[in-house]
């Protein structure tokens, strides 16, 4: 019987180093190329804003988020003004996102702690953001990354799931999935980068499915074959 081309195996990886990196760097390239606008789907104008957005944009959408956010910081614009909130108040506002109760004591406690410890400033180091209620390395980086100019790796579902097929890592952890991609690319287009990855992975890189035979990618991924 004939083997379906079809599997759930993961690519084979290039074997050095170097070869690895130059592979990296050739998808990194073609990305740019095919995604030339690309950049953080959240709305915001500030480093709090999107600190805010990245941490209610768990497990539901950019889009989801955005439809929320307009009137959430209308009417909590700073982290005092939210830190002040009622938790009811902002529930009710984020009634329509996935966990919204959770989420809605993040964004108060996290206002909160701002407020106590950074005198209402976002931070701009990694090590101070993982330290904020509900946030982890991806809100982490994702803040650094479009608020501070400070390369980060965002592996979200989407990056993480590419990275796998490129065979950039075989991790599904995140942070180590993180530290492999790391190697790989650039620390100058570690946030641009992302943000392609995650258009390529909506467009076309789908989680089932994903539309290899028109990909313009095909002829450098090497999952190509497989699915």
Request: hydrophobic content about 35%; overall charge positive; aromatic content about 6%.
């Amino acid at each position: 019987m004939a083997q379906n081309k079809k599997t759930n195996s993961l690519p084979k990886r290039p074997r050095t180093l170097k070869e690895r990196k130059k592979a990296a760097l050739t998808i990194a390239n073609e990305l740019a190329s095919i995604y030339p606008d690309s950049h953080c789907a959240l709305n915001f104008t500030n480093p709090f804003e999107l600190l805010v957005a990245t941490v209610l944009s768990a497990q539901t959408t950019d889009k989801r988020v955005n439809s929320v956010t307009g009137e959430l910081f209308s009417r909590y614009p700073t982290p005092k003004n939210m830190s002040q909130a009622r938790q009811e108040d902002v529930e009710n506002i984020l009634h329509s996102l996935g966990f919204f109760r959770a989420k809605a004591r993040s964004c108060i406690n996290l206002s909160k702690q701002l407020c106590a410890e950074h005198e209402g400033n976002v931070p701009s180091t990694l090590e101070e953001l993982i330290r904020l209620p509900g946030v982890g390395r991806k809100t982490a980086n994702v803040v650094l990354g479009n608020t501070f100019d400070i390369p980060g790796i965002t592996v979200d579902t989407h990056v993480g799931r590419l990275a796998r097929r490129w065979a950039w890592t075989r991790h599904s952890d995140p942070a180590k999935a993180e530290k492999d991609i790391a190697h790989l690319l650039p620390k100058e287009i570690w946030t641009i980068t992302c943000h392609r990855i995650i258009d390529h992975g909506r467009a076309v890189c789908h989680s089932r499915n994903p539309e290899c035979p028109t990909c313009p990618l095909q002829k450098i991924c090497p999952s190509a074959d497989i699915y």
